[in-house]
């Protein structure tokens, strides 16, 4: 069965200094892994997506994440935070395959703070 | 172009009622997701359809939650005899297709109060 866990449920980073949210996955499967964020009071917004090409993807705003298989890790990290990017985001993992590979399966959310 | 909307954005009812929730994918998109995310929480997948066909239902919680999508673009979440425990943020997200690559994109959810 697919999985994932996000290490932190809240990270605190002043503006101007670097974001890391640690994730890692289980999968019997090449997994497709996603980041997701969330503001307040609005819907989900796709940060980035792996899908078996390039180890290191780079999304919107800034953010990139690493695929590491050996690790079975898929951090996010952006070099320098800014106050708009407070908001919850969540790692997640496709469902695998056949009929479920679509359904994506979540982490329980990091909270991300940034200090002026 | 117009995203995936969801209707009504907020619903208060009463214990043991019957709730209709409604999605509008993005136009063309043949794959539509229901998922629910309580307080706290990240989304949990409740059933998805490939055009009309509901593919995978497996994440509903039991037999009171019923899904439809007839025309195979808009979506009907269905809860009857509600209750306490329904009470949660329910999304709708839409892709092109089904395949575990697929973006989904995502409504900004309907808000159920069961009090």
């Known amino acids: 069965a697919q999985s994932v866990t996000q290490l932190d449920s809240h990270v605190s980073v002043s503006e101007g200094t670097p974001v890391l949210l640690r994730c890692n996955y289980s999968?019997?499967?090449?997994?497709?892994l996603f980041w997701y964020v969330q503001h307040p009071n609005k819907g989900l917004q796709l940060l980035l997506k792996?899908?078996?090409?390039?180890?290191l993807v780079k999304g919107i705003n800034g953010f990139e994440a690493e695929f590491k298989k050996s690790e079975t890790s898929f951090h996010l990290t952006k070099p320098s935070a800014h106050m708009s990017d407070a908001a919850e985001y969540f790692c997640?993992?496709?469902?695998?395959?056949?009929?479920?590979?679509?359904?994506?399966?979540f982490g329980k959310g990091t909270k991300l703070s940034v200090k002026p | 172009g117009a995203g995936v909307s969801q209707t009504p954005s907020n619903k208060v009812t009463e214990k043991g009622k019957y709730v209709e929730l409604r999605c509008d994918p993005i136009?063309?998109?043949?794959?539509l997701y229901w998922y629910r995310q309580s307080l706290g929480q990240g989304p949990e997948f409740l059933i998805y359809?490939?055009?009309?066909?509901?593919?995978?239902d497996s994440g509903l919680p039991n037999d009171r939650f019923f899904a439809v999508r007839p025309e195979g673009s808009v979506s009907t979440l269905k809860i009857q005899r509600t209750e306490r425990g329904d009470s949660a943020v329910y999304l709708c997200?839409?892709?092109?297709?089904?395949?575990?690559?697929?973006?989904?994109?995502f409504g900004p959810g309907t808000r159920l109060t069961v009090l």
């Open positions: 359809f490939q055009g009309t066909g509901a593919a995978d």
């Open positions: 792996y899908t078996s090409a390039a180890t």
């Open positions: 136009s063309g998109h043949t794959a």
């Open positions: 999968s019997s499967y090449s997994p497709s």
């Open positions: 997640v993992v496709s469902g695998g395959y056949g009929g479920s590979q679509g359904n994506l399966i």
């Open positions: 997200a839409s892709s092109l297709n089904a395949g575990g690559t697929d973006t989904q994109y």
